[in-house]
């Protein structure tokens, strides 16, 4: 998870005083806005549940008025406990401080606790709406969303709830998987735009999987649904030849056929990003990113107009981190007052291009902390594998990404996959309803023959040391 204070405010209370508010970034948007005292008083919690031992350090209270110099000052310092107190793997993980987290985001928005109505979009575009409370957090509405579909209580895990929106051309953006420490309805509500939705969808990678979910009815068609909406957007490519064996399976009704077969297909399973920039393999490169089998997949275009395709494999990044940083104006990255601030956002990782060679590739995009959680779970699923445990029980329970602070910006550090080739190199912290059926749109041969000749990237090209030969 992603911590930043990247803004403050000067508000006014309600005896008409002013007080600075600290406005709390997670994941790079704005979650709630919080008073010192406040986070002093979770502070005092913090310590009362857990010790003094445990806790961070906390800036200390100022008699008189804070300078804009103090209250910068004071800003950092706040960022940097909030950072210490996630990384932490019992405090973080703490319903003290997830409670927090979702009261300060209800309190920001000032939502009161009520019944309400919630939408659930499905990949078909059908929607699954649920009584809910607006205090309600992600794991419960993902749960009535389960019990409404009738989806068995060992299979909630294989799926999430996703915060998307959608563009006039029905283009879809993933702006983020819905955490433990935020309300869905107050999430989605406090966008103020139609253009969001919260979607349903699967959350694990590899496609071994599947089989658990297609063994239920309302799991495979949920599969089915994502499969087919996944095809019609051209995130999976798909040949004329596989056109008409898909378009007769679906015909036929075959949903399990028809999986299988999108399965042996390019970008199966993949999450696909906006186009972005990288530095990769030179500077100011237009990329298309996908995420999946356990990899970055990068089509890029070149300076000179030349298209290539290459893919980075997750076992070859040593580390990744996240970075945000805010413009700079009057000598400060933080005017005391702003109402809002923009953050630029850079996913970089550290890869093993050849036996003895590491290098750096970053990428500038919105998504950046979409595409670190995306590593996360693949590292997730992998290591769990390796250590023959249970996947049901991980997809209960993802691990996210801890919170490390690097020049004046955030990193988050992966679990490394691999050992250094250099041993002097600097050590690299380790952190730790019911569906009886799925109405679809028809898969028509113009929309796979749009799938195909409307990729602009294409060929086998494959990035100077990136075989897993090296090894």
């Known amino acids: 998870m992603h911590f930043s204070i990247p803004e403050t405010e000067v508000r006014s209370g309600e005896n008409g005083s002013t007080y600075v508010a600290y406005n709390i970034h997670v994941n790079g948007v704005l979650h709630c806005r919080l008073r010192y005292s406040q986070l002093l008083g979770l502070h005092e919690q913090i310590k009362k549940e857990y010790g003094t031992n445990v806790v961070p350090s906390f800036p200390p209270k100022k008699i008189f008025t804070l300078t804009p110099a103090e209250v910068e000052q004071r800003r950092e310092q706040l960022e940097k406990y909030m950072q210490a107190v996630r990384q932490d793997p019992l405090l973080g993980a703490s319903e003290l401080f997830n409670c927090f987290l979702r009261k300060a985001q209800q309190e920001t928005q000032q939502i009161p606790t ?13 929607k699954v709406t649920v009584n809910i409370l607006t205090s309600d957090q992600t794991e419960d509405v993902l749960e009535a969303v389960a019990s409404k579909l009738d989806l068995p209580d060992d299979l909630v895990g294989y799926f999430s709830l996703f915060l998307v929106r959608e563009g006039v051309d029905g283009g879809l953006t993933f702006v983020r998987k819905l955490q433990e420490f935020e309300l869905p309805y107050v999430s989605i509500t406090s966008l103020r735009s139609t253009e969001f939705h919260i979607l349903l969808r699967k959350s694990y990678w590899d496609m071994a999987y599947d089989v658990d979910v297609m063994e239920n009815r309302v799991g495979l068609n949920l599969l089915y649904a994502q499969t087919v909406s996944d095809i019609e957007r051209g995130w999976i490519l798909v040949n004329k030849d596989h056109h008409r064996q898909l378009k007769s399976l679906q015909e036929k009704g075959s949903k399990k056929e028809f999986i299988r077969l999108g399965q042996t297909l390019k970008y199966y399973g993949y999450t696909k990003f906006d186009p972005c920039v990288t530095d990769f393999p030179e500077k100011g490169c237009h990329v298309m990113v996908g995420a ?12 000179s107009e030349q298209m290539k395709e290459g893919s980075f494999k997750v076992t070859r990044m040593r580390c990744w981190r996240v970075t945000s940083s805010v413009p700079v104006a009057n000598g400060t990255a933080n005017p005391c007052g702003s109402t809002k601030v923009e953050v630029k956002l850079e996913l970089a990782f550290e890869y093993l291009m050849s036996k003895d060679r590491l290098q750096w590739v970053t990428i500038s995009s919105p998504q950046a902390i979409m595409m670190s959680i995306c590593l996360q779970s693949m590292v997730d699923e992998l290591m769990v594998k390796k250590s023959g445990g249970s996947l049901k029980k991980m997809l209960r329970k993802r691990h996210n990404g801890s919170i490390h602070r690097s020049d004046s910006q955030q990193a988050v550090k992966s679990p490394p996959l691999l050992d250094s080739p250099d041993p002097n190199r600097e050590q690299v912290v380790k952190l730790s309803t019911k569906l009886s059926s799925v109405s679809l749109r028809g898969i028509t041969a113009s929309n796979s023959a749009n799938d195909i000749s409307g990729n602009d990237f294409h060929g086998n090209y494959a990035f100077e040391g990136i075989g897993d030969d090296d090894l």
């Open 114 to 126: 009520e019944e309400v109505s919630l939408e659930v979009g499905l990949s078909n575009g059908q």
């Open 292 to 303: 999946g089998n356990n990899e970055l997949n990068f089509h890029v275009k070149l300076p």
